[in-house]
């Protein structure tokens, strides 16, 4: 069996749809398909799922939401009736929607969580009755009653243990099985979201639970490139990259795969391929346990920013027993989490996520540091970004930071900190955020200068 996820852009409007059922039915192996919500049709367009927040804004501030609701329902209405299917399922979405609407009771994020789902799971209803038109079976999935289940933790959600054997059990079926991504349930039945992205972990998810032989992740691209396409004219493409390193890069802000999808596939070994849409007969990107081929020292290089350093120092630190075990338990205690440690013999810095980290965390993580720890220096650093090399084959290669170090130098860039991590896979750099994209393109023209 052969797991297909659609994004946004492959499902933006009936004719994206046509192509996508197309592509599912060009291969029996495909026999789970995963969709997001409709995307863009045109630049200036707006997402269903943002047409979603807005209406669930407007409800939350107390406007009936009629014009938002409407919104909703009418791109959903227009594929419909561009597909020729019942306009019975357009009155079935927009009861369920007005359901979502009706079901407010003052908890905004479990609301707005209920009301962002609405996106993928009619675009899978709509997918599944387009492909019983056509003449193919085709089921939609009810994610509740299958037993899809994530751990109650807003904005954090992970996938329970459980829920792998519960969509086992739909390996019984002979029809093409259509799910929507980006979310899945509590066990008080209540709809909890991935972050935005989210529907490339339900496909790996289901991908690993079917044990499927493979996982078709579809989008707009051929493959995934080795830097952002909007920073360099006619990037590498990449034809091969292991799971580790697009871990990396994903982290780092490659946008083509969500940064936690790869875990799923990870843990049964299930290669993913990254495929377009809109060029169906390109192989893409194989992302895979282990690589057969290297064409360069870096695979990809990318760069994200919002990211906030917290900076401390205490003299004699290194000799303080359970030391950063304190400063981590105060992060903790405020469900702070962090990214990075980079120390010395009496400093220390934290990197950490912007939006986890706001003014009012900062006054009290910093009082706590002087009060609890007396710290004789602590402040905290905004607006920085990092910047990642990556590349499996810079472990066997001398010399490689000594050239991204002086990329930087000549391009007049400072850098902040580095940071590399045991596998020698990648080096990271933070750089104040306005210099980010022009460090990833110094960084390229380096490692790239073809």
Sequence with gaps: MKVCKFGGSSLADANQIRKVCEIILADPQRRAVVVSAPGKRYNRDTKVTDLLIALANAIISGYDGSRELDAVVSRFSLIIDDLHLDEGLTETIANDIQNRVNSYDGNRNLFLDTMKAAGEDNCAKL?????????????????????????????????????????????????????????????????????????????????????ASIYENWTDVDNVYSVNPNLVKDPHPIKEITYDEMRELAYAGFTVLHEEALEPAVRRNIPVNIRNTNNPEADGTQIVSKRTNY????????????????????????????????????????????????????????????????????????????????????????????????????????????????????????????????????IMFGIKEAFCNYAVQALYHEFYPF
């Design 127 to 211: 997918v599944a009755a387009y492909l019983n038109e056509i003449g193919e079976d085709a089921i939609y999935v009810n994610l509740l009653e299958t037993g899809f289940y994530l751990t109650n933790d807003y904005g954090h959600v992970k996938v329970l243990p459980e829920t792998y054997d519960n969509i086992y059990r739909l390996n019984k079926h002979n029809e093409v099985l259509i799910f929507p991504g980006f979310f899945g349930f509590n066990k008080k039945g209540e709809i909890l979201t991935f972050s935005r992205g989210g529907s490339d972990i339900t496909g790996s998810i289901i991908a690993a639970a079917l044990r």
């Design 295 to 426: 064409d360069g020292i870096l695979t990809g290089i990318a760069g994200k920013k919002g990211f906030v350093v917290l900076h401390l120092s205490k003299y004699l630190m290194n000799g303080e027993v359970g030391f950063a075990l304190k400063v981590l338990q105060i992060l903790a205690d405020l469900h702070i989490p962090f990214d990075h440690m980079p120390s010395g013999i009496d400093s220390l810095s934290i990197v950490m996520r912007e939006e986890d980290f706001n003014s009012d965390k900062e006054k009290i993580v910093i009082d706590r540091l002087k009060n609890e720890l007396k710290v004789d220096e602590v402040h905290v650093q905004r607006n920085v970004s990092i910047v990642m090399i990556v590349g499996a084959a810079m472990s066997q290669t001398v010399g490689v930071t000594s050239r991204a170090c002086g990329a930087l130098s000549h391009s007049g860039i400072n850098i902040e900190f580095i940071v590399q991590g045991a596998s020698e896979i990648s």
